[in-house]
Structures are given as structure tokens and as C-alpha cells.
């Protein structure tokens, strides 16, 4: 299995400033034939089921607010936020696709507003 | 607008089999360019993959639940499903159904959720 690693696994952030969530995997997940990561970011809030945001590492997902951004190549990854709003409050988990032997996910960061 | 909805028994007893579809409106299975996942959460804690499908019944499972999971499409009901065998507590989970665009294997729409309780 690739074994996905989240870093911190709480984090309180000021409102206005920035929040940085990082992710490990136990093997490079980029793809060598086509350069791409394969290596996604969810925000999951409270009684709701997790909502895609990033996904090829750095590619944000149609809707989604441009202070989320995502970086990182081969084992390490970010997810960040620039501005840390009220409604960023979530659990936010990291995913990789790279293998289907399994499909997993990090264990999960809660945000919250200091 | 694609939806997906979980249905099925919330509470199942030990050593029977859990059973749950996930219905689709908004788009086509029978299309294909998606594979059809169930993923499960259990009580506060992270998510786990369970198996996906093809439109052709085509799957893949996690390895650590393929001996009781099995994962079945209807195209015709535009469904998908999943049965687990021999379930324990340790089955107690939410259990989502979700897309996710191929060939890869991330998730872009989701279902509610439904919890599943192993109780006897």
C-alpha cells in the first residue's frame, strides 16, 4: 500500500492568514510517462461528505475559491490557504490514485480558527 | 447537475451481508469515461476505499476487503452496488458511493453518506 502521511493533525490558524497542510506518500506518485502527480485534496466539514479541490497535485477543481492552491512533486505535497476564511473550517485529506492496490487517503488535518 | 444516492439497510446484524445502492441522476453510467467507487468512513475517524466498477463490470477492490466485497453495476437502473459478506462491528462506517472521472481515480461527486450499523 502507499501509505499517505498528513501533516500537522490539527491546525489553528488567525482569520485572514495563511494555513499550510502537508502530505507525504510512502513512494512517488509522479507518473513518469506523462509528468503528472496523481494526488488529490478534500475539505470534508461536518455531516457532509468530503468535496474534491485539487486534484494532479495543483489543479483546482471547478468552483473552488483561488486561496486554495496545491504544490508538490513525486512524495511531498502542500495543500495551502492563502486567506483562512470562517467557512474553511474542515478536515481536509489528502488522496492518491497513482495505485488502485489501494486507492488511499492521508488520515486527516482538522482546521480550525484560532 | 450529476447526484448520487446511497439506499439501503442501516442496521444489519453480524455475519450477515450488507447491501447498499448508490443511484445516479444527472448523467449516464452507461456512458462510460467514469469509475463508480464505495469508499466508508468510520465514527470519527478517515476514509477507506473499498472497490470501484466500470460501466462493463469491470472491478477493482482493496485488497484488504475483496474476500467479502462485492461491487455490481445495473445500467439499465442506472445503479450501482455494493455487498459486503460477514460483516462485523468493525463494518460500522458511513458508507459513500462516488465518482470519479477515468482513467483516473480521484473523487469529483459524491453521495450523502449513509451510516451503516453492525448490531445485533
Known amino acids: 500500500d502507499i501509505v499517505m502521511t498528513q501533516s500537522p493533525d490539527s491546525l489553528a490558524v488567525s482569520l485572514g492568514e495563511r494555513a499550510t497542510i502537508n502530505c507525504k506518500s510512502s513512494?512517488?506518485?509522479?507518473?513518469?510517462?506523462?509528468?503528472?502527480?496523481?494526488l488529490g485534496w478534500y475539505q470534508q466539514k461536518p455531516g457532509q461528505p468530503p468535496k474534491l479541490l485539487i486534484y494532479?497535485?495543483?489543479t483546482r477543481e471547478s468552483g473552488v475559491p483561488d486561496r486554495f492552491s496545491g504544490s508538490g512533486s513525486g512524495t511531498d505535497f502542500t495543500l495551502t490557504i492563502s486567506s483562512l476564511q470562517a467557512e474553511d473550517v474542515a478536515v481536509y485529506y489528502c488522496?492518491?490514485?497513482?495505485?488502485?492496490?489501494?486507492?488511499?487517503f492521508g488520515q486527516g488535518t482538522r482546521l480550525e480558527i484560532k | 447537475q450529476v447526484q448520487l444516492r446511497e439506499s439501503g439497510p442501516g442496521l444489519v446484524k453480524p455475519s450477515q451481508t450488507l447491501s447498499l445502492t448508490c443511484t445516479v441522476s444527472?448523467?449516464?453510467?452507461?456512458?462510460?469515461?467514469?469509475?463508480w467507487s464505495w469508499i466508508r468512513q468510520h465514527p470519527e475517524k478517515g476514509l477507506e476505499w473499498i472497490g470501484f466498477i466500470y460501466y462493463s463490470g469491470s472491478t477493482d477492490y482493496n485488497p484488504s476487503l475483496k474476500s467479502r466485497v462485492t461491487i455490481s453495476v445495473d445500467t439499465s437502473q442506472n445503479q450501482f452496488s455494493l455487498k459486503v459478506s460477514s460483516v462485523t462491528a468493525a463494518d460500522t462506517a458511513v458508507y459513500y458511493c462516488?465518482?470519479?472521472?477515468?482513467?483516473?481515480?480521484?473523487?469529483?461527486?459524491w453521495g450523502q453518506g449513509t451510516l451503516v450499523t453492525v448490531s445485533s
Open positions: 444527472g448523467g449516464s453510467i452507461r456512458s462510460g469515461g467514469h469509475y
Open positions: 462516488a465518482r470519479g472521472p477515468a482513467p483516473t481515480h480521484y473523487f469529483d461527486y
Open positions: 513512494q512517488s506518485v509522479l507518473y513518469s510517462s506523462n509528468n503528472k502527480n496523481y
Open positions: 488522496q492518491q490514485y497513482y495505485s488502485t492496490l489501494p486507492i488511499t
Open positions: 494532479w497535485a495543483s
